[in-house]
């Protein structure tokens, strides 16, 4: 197999490290990433211009995200403090939080969206996991 030179399309600067991405589904040139807990930010990046579009602190560390398809929104999975699993609405360029689940007792590691956008499974650190209605 031969080696071929690659460059990136665009190269974007997070602060911190990149805990969590979702690029999104319905809009080609745009994707999400999480930051830790020194961090605990969503930023929602342009991969055309490598612009930050938005960013919202959530006051905690981001283990997963997930765009929702069907409701046109982002699921965040987080750990510290609360451990809980957020639905953002997007409404671009911004982020408003639409509502929390609590029950997991550790980090919110992964994250998956029923194909009709009813519900969200959530898997823990913690060793469980749950469905939940939207």
Known sequence: MLAKPC?????????TAVKAVGWCPWTTDVIA?????????????????????TSVDTHSQICALRWDDVNKGLVSGHGRPDHQVIFWDWKPPSLELKFQLSGHSERVLHLALSPDGDKIFSAGADDFFMVWSL
């Open 33 to 53: 990433t999480g930051g830790g807990w020194n961090d605990g930010k969503i930023r929602i990046w342009d991969t055309n211009s490598g612009s930050c579009m």
């Open 7 to 15: 460059q990136p399309l665009v190269t974007m600067k997070q602060p």
